[in-house]
């Protein structure tokens, strides 16, 4: 009787970790749904990055799906791999936000400072 609060306590969180896993999955097919369309539709600058974003949401989808696959006890090497999906999709993760920022550095460079585009006045 000392384990059962325990067991119970166990079975929860197993359900809660499934539903979980499920809804990120939902999350990141939604994501990859989206990004195709965002990359589809922009100007070659912001392709670069949101290609990024869509290769991360891709993996993690892989991921979930793995970890789905573990749960059902279909996949005995998750640990691993699921430890290299997380490092990949962060690194393409990343590398969308450096693309982004460095065009989003580009156009303010290439955009006049509104202070110059002011005409001046002399105070009276």
């Known amino acids: 009787e000392r384990h059962g609060p325990l067991i119970c306590y166990t079975n929860t ?34 392709d670069a990055s949101y290609k990024f974003f869509l290769i991360a949401a891709i993996i993690l989808a892989i991921k979930f799906f793995l970890d789905i696959l573990h749960a059902a006890r279909v996949v ?37 400072d509104d202070a110059e585009k002011k005409p001046r006045t002399k105070p009276v």
């Open 13 to 46: 969180m197993d359900l809660i970790n499934w539903y979980l896993t499920y809804f990120n999955l939902l999350l990141a097919l939604v994501s990859i749904v989206m990004l195709f369309g965002i990359v589809w539709h922009v100007e070659h600058g912001f």
């Open 76 to 112: 005995p090497f998750h640990e691993a791999v699921s430890h290299a999906f997380d490092t990949l999709a962060i690194i393409f993760f990343t590398f969308g936000v450096l693309e982004m920022r460095e065009l989003i550095e580009k156009l303010r460079r290439e955009k006049p």
